[in-house]
């Protein structure tokens, strides 16, 4: 039953014929057209749908249409009605505060809300009162001060000049629209004609399913077209590695993990949305699944892929030297085994997108991080050509690995085809949990020696990880780990084997340092066990130890450059010594149930792909008008790529990056520029734009014969060209136009040069890494076993900071997310699927941070500069468990240390006492 609803939105009146109990959220997303407002679960927890309502913020998929009667609401569209940003948009702009921004407009309306009653809050405030909206990149530090200055007078760096974008602080190039609710996310353009798709998941972790007639219910229920199953997929398979497609669009009989899709209902959005699993014709005969490793190895146990004997997906090995005699002989020895559990990536979009067919080809619009590679798969399943796939990416609400996987991109394209319209498919967020990938759990095993200096003689590792149903990144996993399990310094004799288990757990795949975060919680204890069995300081072993140039690798690869391990440790000597002396003090001073302590992690990350061809393609034009147009095919997920990559390219052309436009990933205007994982894109895309630039300037120069010192000036419709001898004139429009319609076009490819590993893992995986450690100053209460860190201090060798601004915000990001991993999040299928039992860090979480930029320059990437988006989360949980140990003396081996685990110990370590 519909109501007519007369409010305000955004000071002008609104009328809409909706239902009275219809959300707040989907009427002004999809009856007033402000998609501004996001949606992130529908269930209060993320905050990311937050207005105002009457002046005090709301989540507003928990208000119902009816209370909005006679009300006035404002929303993030109502903040700058002109376009121009307003005071707190500015200074979230000057300050970094939005990186994906799937959550600015959340953020804002809350702070909005603050300010209108208190115009200069403290730290206090604003936390208290943007509590109730999370963020999953920024680590909050960057909201905060933006909003406590959201009076100031300062200006976002927009206009750097021609030749000196790189190394500034230069605004997001894409602020403004996440900051004005323009930006277009993968729910946001649906058209209102497109047909509604919605997949059907088991609730069984491993079963046999028998699909019945769907005739009868499609007749009976209004607005549904059909029911597909796998019978209407030309090709039901995808996955990561073309050998390995092994996941099933939707189940020919077997599910193997709970939340294995079933079928999909095609119809009106409303149609689809009233049906249950249940009024589905489906049986299941469940079966017991394999819940873990061991399980999964057994020798008896089912085995879930036919070519995949032993549920073994695959395994990866080191060897270097005599680990084995090596460790023996060793003056201290240490072992231990680890244990990690799934993790969610949590972005706060969930997946979603459209596709359309056009002619014989089809469109997909979807939020992802791998344009090129969702082109191929969807080619793929649907057996055409590449070339009759089109992929447009919309804005990535967050990705961390998550979206490198398809999710909704396979159906909808099949679904597009069959109906020969538009159609979409959004997640909800229990849909998302239950089927995107996840961390790898871990059951890691490892010993290190060293001699009485303690310097390392040998380490050994062998990990194991839960792969799930399917294999996704497990690969990439499995053969990542040996390479950096032995961590950031140079030992003589390795022994490391990484492998991938298949079991009935969701598909683990990539998320943020694929492994090398769960091994860095292994390595980073042994390094605390061979300082405490030879009184050292636990800095000062590190720095003993630390790979330097001209040392080999565990692989054998020796790094001549760039290799800043032992700087990032000398950067933190003088915060790690006042935060001893701080612990130190409070320890003396307590006499309750509070104790400080300090700990260090050290990490080092190899940057793209390992030991694979990795290259990336960029352009540079100019047109007839006088425009510069990026063609940049690297997928922005949040991390600033749109803007670091025009930075260089913008230099390396000796023009302003102001004059920059771009097109971002669109797979019919861009070339391949690679997924955007591994740390890859400012080293391996940054280097390709680079060359771009270069390649256009010298188009440039040659066009007029002037010399390569020339100073090339761009005005309306006219580039200028000047050097000693002479000025030049070029008139855009009277030039011939080239490739995508431009005047001019430069081009670069780069693909970082590797050497493949043999059979005992020897070879040069990757042509740079980024080093860092961090430190972290914790207290826990001893009485409930709860650990709350107060400080995290992190150097990061990052080659050259493109963007120091954005470099931090990976870092404050990479460090929050390292907090979940370390102390609150393990995903549990079927318990933990929305954001209320699965808790990420929020604002009042998060410690004070300070970065400290390293800056050893790697001579292969563009002006020095490496990666950082996986290094910033890598060390943060090892600081964080070696300052429990240095606070209570009990030694983590199991993530995350939630308080009943950390209690449990304390208990035990007191009775052995
Ligand atoms: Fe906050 Fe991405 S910027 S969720």
């Known amino acids: 039953m519909t109501s007519t609803i007369s409010f305000k939105v955004n000071g002008a009146r609104a009328r809409v014929d909706v239902s009275p109990v219809k959300r707040l959220s989907d009427v002004l997303r999809d009856d007033l057209g402000l998609t501004g407002t996001k949606v992130g679960c529908n269930a209060g927890d993320c905050g990311a749908c937050t207005v105002l309502l009457d002046g005090e913020q709301v989540c507003s998929c928990l208000t119902a249409a009816g209370q909005v009667e006679g009300r006035s609401v404002t929303t993030v569209e109502g903040l700058a009605p002109t376009g121009v940003l307003n005071d707190l948009q500015a200074s979230f702009k000057r300050h970094g505060a939005a990186q994906c921004g799937i959550c600015s407009p959340g953020m804002l309306m809350a702070a909005s809300s603050l300010l209108s009653r208190c115009s200069s809050p403290t730290r206090t405030q604003v936390e208290d009162a943007l509590g109730g909206v999370l963020c999953r990149c920024t680590g909050y530090q960057k909201i905060v001060e933006a909003v406590m200055d959201a009076g100031g007078q300062g200006e976002a760096l927009t206009c750097p000049g021609a030749g000196a974008a790189v190394g500034a602080p230069l605004a997001k190039l894409d602020a403004d629209p996440k900051l004005t609710g323009a930006e277009k996310y993968g729910a946001d353009s649906i058209p209102k004609d497109a047909l509604w798709v919605r997949i059907f998941r088991s609730p069984h972790a491993f079963a046999h399913v028998r699909l019945g007639d769907f005739g009868d219910l499609v007749a009976a229920t209004d607005g549904l077209e059909d029911i597909l199953t796998h019978e209407d997929i030309p090709f039901n398979r995808f996955g990561i590695y073309p050998v390995g497609k092994d996941q099933p669009v939707l189940t020919e009989g077997l599910v193997r993990y709970r939340g294995d899709a079933l079928v999909a209902a095609v119809g009106t959005r409303q149609a689809v949305q009233s049906l249950q699993l249940a009024d589905l014709p489906v049986t299941f005969e469940?079966?017991?699944?394999?819940?873990?490793?061991?399980?999964?190895?057994?020798?008896?146990?089912?085995?879930?892929?036919?070519?995949?004997?032993?549920?073994?997906?695959?395994?990866?090995?080191?060897?270097?030297g005599e680990a084995k005699a090596a460790f023996e002989s060793a003056a201290a020895r240490s072992e231990g085994a680890f244990t990690t559990h799934f993790v969610e990536h949590a972005y706060i979009e969930p997946e979603a997108g459209w596709a359309r067919p056009v002619g014989d080809r089809v469109e997909v619009h979807v939020t992802t991080q791998a344009v090129h590679m969702d082109r191929d798969e969807i080619a793929s399943v649907l057996q055409i050509p590449k070339d009759r796939v089109r992929v447009i990416p919309t804005a990535c609400g967050g990705g961390f690995g998550g979206k490198l996987d398809v999710s909704v991109q396979p159906i909808l394209a099949v679904a597009a085809m069959k109906y020969g319209r538009a159609v979409a498919c959004v997640y909800e967020r229990p849909d998302s949990m239950a089927s995107s990938t996840k961390r790898h759990p871990s059951e890691i095993t490892c010993r290190f020696a060293a001699d009485e200096q303690g310097l390392l003689v040998s380490s050994e590792l062998i990990a194991d990880f839960n792969t799930g149903a399917y294999a996704s990144w497990g690969p990439t996993v499995a053969g990542r780990v040996p390479v950096h399990g032995s961590g950031p310094y140079f030992v003589p004799n390795v022994h490391n084997i990484g492998r991938g288990v298949f079991t009935n757990g969701p598909p683990a795949g990539a998320f943020r340092g694929f492994g090398v975060p769960q091994a860095a919680i292994a390595?980073?204890?042994?390094?605390?066990?061979l300082a405490e069995q030879l009184t050292l300081d636990r800095l000062e072993i590190r720095l003993r130890n630390a790979l330097r140039p001209g040392q080999p690798t565990a692989t054998g690869q020796v790094l001549t450059h760039s290799a800043g391990m032992a700087p990032c440790l000398e950067a933190l000597k003088e915060p790690w010594a006042e935060l001893n002396r701080q612990a130190d003090g409070f320890n003396r001073a307590s006499s309750g149930s509070l104790r400080q302590g300090v700990g260090i992690g050290a990490m080092w990350y190899g940057i793209g792909n390992t030991a694979l061809s990795n290259p990336s393609t960029m352009e540079v034009g100019i047109d007839p008008g006088g425009q510069i147009v990026f063609f940049n095919g690297a997928v922005d997920i949040g991390q600033g790529s749109n803007t670091i990559l025009a930075q260089i390219c913008a230099d390396a052309a000796g023009l302003p990056v102001e004059a920059f436009t771009y097109i971002m990933g669109d797979s019919d205007l861009t070339e391949d520029a690679g997924k955007t994982s591994a740390s890859r894109q400012t080293f391996v895309s940054g280097k390709a734009a680079e060359q771009a630039g270069q390649d256009l300037r010298l188009s440039i120069l040659r066009h007029v014969n002037a010399g390569e010192g020339a100073r090339i000036t761009l005005l309306p419709g006219c580039l200028v060209v000047e050097d000693d001898s002479a000025r030049h004139e070029i008139h855009l429009?009277?030039?011939?136009?080239?490739?995508?319609?431009?005047?001019?076009?430069?081009?670069?490819?780069?693909?970082?040069?590797?050497?493949?590993?043999?059979?005992?893992?020897?070879?040069?995986?990757?042509?740079?890494?980024?080093?860092?450690?961090?430190?972290?100053?914790?207290e826990v209460d001893t009485d409930l076993g709860t650990t709350r860190v107060r400080k995290i201090v992190a150097a990061h060798d990052v080659g050259r900071a493109i963007n120091p601004q954005q470099v931090e915000g990976q870092i404050h990001g990479g460090i929050a997310q390292g907090m979940g991993l370390a102390l609150m999040e393990e995903y549990v299928p079927g318990v933990t699927e929305n954001l209320h039992d699965y808790l990420i860090p929020t604002f009042g979480d998060m410690p004070a941070m300070e970065v400290i930029i390293v800056e050893d320059e790697e001579p292969l990437g563009p002006y020095g500069a490496k990666g950082v988006g996986e290094p910033g989360l890598v060390p943060t949980a090892p600081a964080i468990f070696g300052a429990v140990r240095h606070a209570t003396g009990v030694r983590v081996t199991e993530a995350p240390l939630l308080p009943h685990k950390l209690k449990a110990a304390l208990t035990n370590q007191e009775a052995r006492k």
Do not use: W
């Not at 399980?295 to 892929?305: G, N, T, V, W, Y």
């Open 523 to 529: 390595h980073e204890c042994m390094m605390d066990d």
């Open 733 to 778: 429009e009277d030039l011939p136009r080239q490739d995508k319609g431009m005047v001019f076009m430069g081009r670069g490819n780069f693909d970082p040069p590797t050497r493949p590993l043999d059979e005992n893992g020897q070879g040069d995986p990757y042509a740079t890494y980024g080093f860092a450690a961090q430190i972290a100053l914790v």
């Open 286 to 320: 469940a079966m017991p699944p394999l819940t873990g490793v061991a399980e999964a190895k057994a020798s008896d146990a089912f085995q879930l892929h036919e070519d995949k004997p032993g549920n073994i997906l695959i395994e990866g090995a080191v060897r270097k």
